[in-house]
């Protein structure tokens, strides 16, 4: 699914939005209705062998070696 996070200039306010056709140019503020917005730069996940698997890297925050069962 093309789903992307965009944040607000005028607000500050971070949203997702389902983008279908290409249409970032419509995309507006979910709280303040601005025009004013760009894309961030989200991780990327996926399922791989019944796991699943994050593009951002080995490690997680709940430990220290990155390898624990509750990251993937």
Same mark, same amino acid.
């Given at each position: ?30 709280? #303040? ?8 730069i989200s991780q990327v996940a ?12 080995s490690g997680c925050s709940s430990?220290?070696?990155?390898? #624990?069962?509750?990251?993937?």
């Open positions: 699914m093309p789903i992307f996070e965009f944040q607000c200039e005028e607000c500050g306010e971070i949203f997702e939005e389902l983008i279908l056709g290409g249409k970032l140019e419509e995309i507006k503020c979910k709280k #303040c209705k601005s025009s004013k917005v760009y894309k961030l996926y399922k791989s062998e019944g796991k699943f698997v994050s593009s951002g890297g430990c220290s070696g990155g390898t #624990c069962s509750s990251c993937h």
